[in-house]
């Protein structure tokens, strides 16, 4: 069995593992990434894209910690987006710089009030009526429209982007054994492809994987009960001829609709999310459908729903348990010698959950060494966006 050796092993290849692998790489470090199925696969790729900056959790004031944590990263990731800030990201798609926040219920005098307050502090912006979308145009609120300026980016060109400066060094591969000792992770053995095991052997070994970490948290002697999984059922409607991105709201915490919009085969696809994915992780397939289609319906009427095609999949967001609330509030490292296992707990705490790994590294006492060879490994490719994704659609 062939060993291979780096300075810090990143296991999982998410936004996570991305941006944490270039950040180390950038300090100098021999960095490798592993993942099991493609760049981006599973939770990342399925995101909806959005650059929170807690307007959407500040509404009703139920998530008041998570609202004031995230508003301090948007402006890194413009950052990078501009090619001004800690990682490149210039070739990145922004689908749209801001998204709305409206409501199609008349008894939402709490949202109105709030999204009032947050206007006279310049959190959002009454939109007038001559600046609609065309879609909103068509299908008017009940009251205001508010854009707040959270971009909405192409997943994938977040991908692609992040994976560039990593060719060579983002590999293919499932983990079959881990070897631990008191001082945490000694070695991963990995198949590859042809069947073929190596040895990974690392000074410090930083498990992004998601779903992946559990298999981490268990051979590391902390069990699952640090693990959590909220399911999802997102749906998708192809072949609208508009885009639309934000929040449908309604008098409960959960946006009624979230939707974020991708050009496709010549006319755009809606990614739906909120609480139509929500209450979807407990419907069948169709339930979830015919609801999304009624949901859509009763938003948009003037839209024509028959010709569109629907198709829907379950996602889980794997988390860290939170003792406190069932929506972990931050990013979360559980470290063990010389092993951390992390959840950046939302696409936009990437940078900070990178921060976070960084700081930890002093205490383990490692240098940076010479820059490994890993071209014989087979490399990671990107995955696909779910709608690129062989699904099976229908019309209702």
């Not at 109105?112 to 609609?132: I, L």
């Not at 854009?147 to 997943?155: F, S, T």
């Not at 010709?307 to 988390?319: G, H, I, L, M, T």
Request: glycine share 10%; net charge neutral; proline share 7%.
């Amino acid at each position: 069995m062939d060993t291979y050796r780096c300075d810090i092993l990143i296991v999982g290849g998410g936004i996570a593992g991305l941006w944490t692998a270039n950040r180390l790489l950038q300090a100098g470090w021999n960095v490798l990434l592993l993942e099991s199925v493609a760049l981006g696969a599973v939770q990342t790729l399925a995101s909806q894209g959005i650059m929170h900056s807690g307007v959407k959790y500040g509404i009703d004031g139920s998530n008041r910690e998570i609202a004031q944590q995230l508003k301090t990263l948007p402006p890194r990731w413009m950052d990078c987006l501009a090619g001004k800030g800690e990682l490149d990201l210039s070739t990145v798609k922004v689908l749209s710089p801001d998204q709305y926040l409206w409501s199609r219920d008349r008894l939402v005098g709490g949202f109105t009030s709030s999204m009032a307050g947050k206007a006279m502090q310049g959190e959002v912006e009454d939109v007038p009526k001559e600046r609609w979308p065309e879609v909103l145009k068509a299908n008017p609120p009940s009251g205001s429209l508010y854009a707040v300026k959270e971009a909405i980016l192409d997943i994938q060109s977040v991908v692609q982007s992040l994976a560039k400066p990593l060719r060579g060094r983002a590999i293919i591969g499932q983990i079959t054994k881990f070897h631990t000792s008191d001082k945490g992770v000694d070695a991963l053995e990995v198949s590859i492809a042809g069947g073929q095991m190596i040895r990974l052997e690392a000074g410090a070994f930083v498990f992004t994987a998601g779903e992946g970490n559990e298999q981490a948290a268990v051979a590391l002697g902390f069990g699952m009960e640090v693990t959590q999984r909220r399911p999802l059922r997102m749906v998708l409607a192809k072949g609208l001829p508009q885009p639309v991105y934000g929040h449908c709201v309604t008098t409960s915490p959960k946006p009624r609709a979230t939707i974020t919009s991708h050009p496709y085969e010549g006319k755009w696809v809606w990614y739906l999310g909120g609480e139509i994915a929500e209450k979807g992780a407990a419907m069948s397939d169709a339930d979830t459908l015919k609801r999304a289609k009624s949901e859509m319906e009763s938003i948009f009427p003037s839209l024509n729903w028959n010709d569109v095609e629907w198709a829907c999949f379950a996602v889980d967001r794997a988390e860290p348990r939170d003792p406190k609330s069932q929506l972990p509030p931050e990013p979360r490292l559980l470290a063990r010698g010389n092993s951390i296992i992390a959840w950046p707990t939302k696409l936009v705490y990437a940078p900070l959950l990178a921060d976070q790994v960084m700081k930890s590294l002093p205490a383990l006492g490692l240098q940076p060494t010479a820059p490994g060879d890993f071209s014989q490994l087979p490399a990671a490719e990107v995955g696909q966006l779910p709608w690129q994704q062989s699904l099976q659609w229908i019309r209702l």
